[in-house]
């Protein structure tokens, strides 16, 4: 007689792919992974090895959204190969996904609009952002916001941290400074994204980590580069994969179990890997 035995209402396949879970995780907690509804909105070098971990972690109810194709710059870090390039990244995930587990339910979506932002995160459980648009990124804090559902995000930086945006707490719109609360769904889609000066904002925020401007500066003067809009922000493969074990875990123990207390933005608790200390402080708003 096996020492843990397979419950009744699960298939043969199912408990092949989740019986070693059992221990860290409770009967019931898997029940809840298994049904729950997750949407994980942007399927970049976050999104799609967060998405790879939520099936493996038995989860079979998926929402994703992404409008990009997978090129060559994408292979650093993102779940492709060359022979996926020039494919919808939405697409290409699905097929890995089901090639891990057949039975998981997966919605797709090429956009997110102010007529489709409320029905896409409808039900679910909780939603990690993980896009790169800032104007798709304000609906989706927006909608979340207004319908309860918990929001998570980290960057891809080598800290292990994530914060959450709930209801009752700071907006995303606040967090970063952007000056957008006061314009509509239906306005805010017809704004230029340069308008936003998102990505110098987003710079501000994260070289407040603590030595993020030395890491980032090793070979020649990407910080600045970075910070004037020479370059975009450099991804590793490591730390983007590190990220997204560590929003899995948020999304699982914080989001569905609820059994992991939430760090709230702008609150920051976490790890940094490279030096071996722990942070934790808080990013400046204005």
Sequence with gaps: MALIEKPKHWSDSYWN??????????????DK?????????????????????MV?????????????????SNLNRQIC???????????VLERHLKSINPNVKIKKYLEINPHNVNGIIKDVEC??????DPITSILIARACKRNDVPLLETWGIPYTWAWWFIKDNISYEDCYDLPTTMVSDENLVNMNAS???YKNK????????PGMKETYNREFESTNFMLNGQITLRSFSPFIRMSAAYLCVEMIFAGILEIKQKVLAPKIIGYDYLRNQLINFKIKTD
């Design 17 to 30: 792919h989740i019986s070693r879970n059992i221990g860290p995780i409770t009967f019931v907690e898997q």
């Design 33 to 53: 992974i298994k049904n729950s509804k997750v949407a994980i909105l942007g399927t970049g070098g976050l999104g799609g090895p967060l998405a790879e971990h």
């Design 56 to 72: 493996r972690a038995g989860c079979e109810n998926m929402i994703i959204c992404d409008n990009e194709r997978f090129d060559e």
């Design 81 to 91: 190969t060359r022979n996926d390039l020039g494919e919808f990244k939405i697409n």
């Design 127 to 132: 939603v990690a952002l993980t896009l790169d």
């Design 195 to 197: 308008e936003l000066n």
């Design 202 to 209: 987003l710079l501000e925020k994260v070289f407040q980590f």
